[in-house]
């Protein structure tokens, strides 16, 4: 089956500017995610979508960060503005139900270099 | 809060000798513990969960309540090990992953 598909793979821009990321997740997967991943740390997630609600969205800076799922399917995510601490890898992934267990499928990731 | 701790970031043993990855966890419940590995230039992805109690590429991880771990073993450790492994618990009600900050293992010849 086809994994979760992430764009762009990498992206650098100054700070203040605004960057936006593209996940396509697993089809019929009806929970995903968004995880930051600082360098040397493990991922944290910012945001849970099960179809197009937010399940959880507590450690998303919400005064810069917005996220959204249109229709169930794909989400993207966007920083505006962006700050030198936003650099990070951000990982989306997929799972097919919101349960213990379950395994999350993990895409490419994007690395975000801001200068 | 629940709280994953790795406490090697690294670690380092030659081929053959056998290996343990720490992992500890906070959630005073019943956990639901997974290990995940990166290799070089390829996504996460999952190694194996403890409600499975299996063994996947000779690894297997112990879930141990009285000391809040969940180890990762191998009995002989091979180069194509070599890679980032991360301790993660799925316990909450959502399903999210809380991550430990991750063990880079080296598996040298």
């Known amino acids: 089956e086809a994994g979760v598909a992430q764009s762009p793979r990498y992206k650098i821009i100054e700070k203040r500017q605004s960057v936006a990321f593209w996940c396509n997740p697993i089809?019929?997967?009806?929970?995903l995610y968004w995880y930051q991943q600082i360098l040397g740390q493990g991922p944290k997630l910012l945001i849970q979508f099960q179809n197009n609600g937010v399940v959880d969205d507590s450690q998303l800076p919400k005064d810069r960060f917005s996220a959204e799922r249109l229709k169930g399917v794909d989400s993207t995510l966007k920083i505006q503005p962006a700050k030198l601490e936003d650099s990070a890898v951000y990982l989306c992934?997929?799972?097919?139900?919101?349960?213990?267990?379950?395994?999350?499928?993990f895409g490419q990731g994007t690395r975000l270099t801001v200068v | 809060a629940q709280r994953v701790t790795q406490p090697e970031k690294l670690l380092s043993v030659f081929k053959g000798a056998p290996v343990e990855l720490k992992c500890n966890y906070s959630y005073s419940g019943s956990p639901e513990l997974f290990w995940y590995v990166q290799y070089s230039r390829q996504r996460l992805q999952l190694l194996l969960r403890?409600?499975s109690r299996e063994s996947i590429k000779g690894f297997t991880a112990d879930l141990n309540k009285g000391e809040t771990s969940f180890h990762l073993k191998k009995p002989f450790a091979q180069e194509e090990d070599s890679a980032m492994y991360y301790c993660?618990?799925?316990?909450?009600?959502?399903?999210?992953?809380?991550f430990g900050q991750g063990t880079t293992l080296q598996v040298k010849p």
């Open positions: 993660a618990d799925g316990s909450s009600n959502t399903g999210k992953l809380i």
């Open positions: 992934a997929s799972s097919d139900y919101r349960a213990k267990n379950t395994e999350a499928f």
């Open positions: 403890h409600i």
């Open positions: 089809s019929g997967h009806a929970t």
